[in-house]
């Protein structure tokens, strides 16, 4: 069963909805002038616009102001002057002086109302008048203020959007919102942060020690894995012994000769005369030397095995790339590490270098747990840069966990966060844009 209070709601939301749905200005226009007549009566209805004069006039598909009912209507909105938002005015004649208040009576009923089109935030001064001969009730001009805002929401739809221009314009002329504008600008563009630099690190041991090959030759078998626990002389890797047999088979073959050819010239020496004694000297100096050799060649036979010097963490690549690679002497084969002495390895790129104090303070992001971090501090720094294996130049750091950080385990890899020193906003955004422009510039 409706009610007149059904009603009315009724009404407000198929007006809200017409003019929602209006594709022009012009449409949107005949809906409020005519259409609100379903809801509330009246006899005229007008929209005006400050900027843009008549939009629509009931009765008429389009507003004509060159008319002399135009021309007085423009007369009339100049002498009621603006309205505030959402206000809602009643107006007659009596309120009126002049040429406007005598022509009242040829072009409007007894009783008029203006209401605000505008909107809050828009510039656009709107009214929107209705007349009848009857007076207008509160409980109307409550209903019609409520579709005044519905309306003046819609019209701002089809306003023109402001150019930049337009709006540099405006903030121009408001001096007060400059100040806090540029005061806020600057607060914000000098306001100081920390500078800082990702870059890919790794933890890797401190003050290992080297294993090394003992002597040139062929890696024949390796008898530990990657990160293997060893204890002191324990078996690491062998070299090939084919060559190291042969000259131990040649030195003792020598050995045997030489040893011959002293006991011989000992037997002439107990009846020969000094020259015989001459000889033996000299061969017992020659079996000494194929000694010597012999000795030597046992030696490095016995080095073809190299073993653990201390106990610790096997630090090595793949065991397939070192079985059957020829080694230099020297040559590093592998690492054995205290897993409880770790350090942070970062390679800085020249393009991301940054000035680090002596002891700058590093945040490491394994990949492997990214939602925790390390914090340490940076205990070297190379002067020099130098091409890494994926040819990119960057400079070597290193840096100590914190005191009483639990170390993570060897090999893991993340993002070290290299912190510098406190700077400006601004020259913290335009830091890698203005080094890019010098590069390219050259100034």
């Known amino acids: 069963m409706s009610t007149p209070h059904t009603d009315v709601l009724a009404g407000l939301i198929q007006l809200g909805k017409r003019a929602r749905d209006a594709a022009s200005r012009a449409e949107l226009g005949f809906v409020v002038v005519n259409e609100t007549r379903q809801l509330i009566d009246y006899r005229q209805s007008v929209v005006w616009m400050r900027e843009r004069g008549l939009m629509a006039v009931s009765g008429l598909p389009e507003p004509e102001a060159n008319t002399p009912y135009g021309q007085w209507l423009e007369q009339l909105f100049a002498a009621t002057g603006p309205l505030a938002v959402g206000e809602a005015r009643t107006i007659d004649a009596s309120a009126l002086s002049g040429a406007v208040a005598q022509d009242w009576d040829d072009w409007l009923p007894l009783h008029a109302l203006l209401l605000s089109l505008q909107r809050p935030g828009s510039d656009e001064q709107g009214i929107w008048l209705l007349a009848r001969d009857e007076a207008w009730h509160e409980g109307e001009i409550d209903v019609l203020r409520e579709l005044a805002a519905t ?27 400059l100040r806090w504008i540029g005061g806020i600008s600057a607060a914000v563009i000098l306001f100081p942060v920390r500078l800082t630099v990702l870059t890919p690190a790794e933890v890797v041991p401190k003050d290992a020690f080297l294993v090394r090959a003992p002597l040139e030759g062929v890696v024949d078998r390796v008898h530990v894995k990657p990160n293997q626990a060893v204890k002191a002389g324990d078996p690491l890797f062998d070299l090939d012994t084919t060559g190291v047999r042969t000259r131990l088979g040649v030195a003792s073959k020598a050995y045997e000769a030489a040893a011959e050819e002293y006991r011989q010239a000992a037997q002439m020496a107990v009846t020969d005369d000094e020259k015989g004694r001459l000889e033996m000297t000299l061969r017992k100096g020659r079996m000494e030397e194929k000694a010597a050799e012999l000795q030597y060649s046992e030696q490095m036979l016995a080095r073809v095995q190299v073993k653990a010097s201390r106990p610790g963490t096997l630090v090595f690549s793949d065991v397939n790339d070192w079985v059957g690679r020829g080694v230099a002497v020297g040559e590093r084969v592998m690492q054995i590490a205290d897993p409880k002495r770790v350090e942070i390895a970062i390679r800085l790129p020249v393009a991301d270098a940054i000035e680090l104090d002596e002891h700058a303070d590093v945040t490491l992001y394994l990949a492997t747990a990214p939602q925790y971090s390390y914090k340490g501090q940076l205990s070297y720094a190379s002067y020099r840069a ?9 400079y070597r750091l290193k840096a100590d966990f914190a005191p009483g950080t639990e170390a993570p385990r060897l090999g893991l890899t993340g993002t070290a966060k290299l912190h510098g020193a406190w700077v400006p906003t601004i020259y913290w955004v335009l830091r890698r844009p203005l080094a890019a422009a010098r590069q390219w510039l050259g100034w």
Do not use: N, T
């Open 386 to 394: 130098e091409a890494g294996p994926d040819g990119i130049v960057a």
């Open 151 to 177: 309306y003046g929401h819609a019209y701002r739809a089809f306003l023109p959007r402001p150019g930049w221009k337009a709006q540099l314009r405006k903030l121009k002329a408001d001096k007060k919102r």
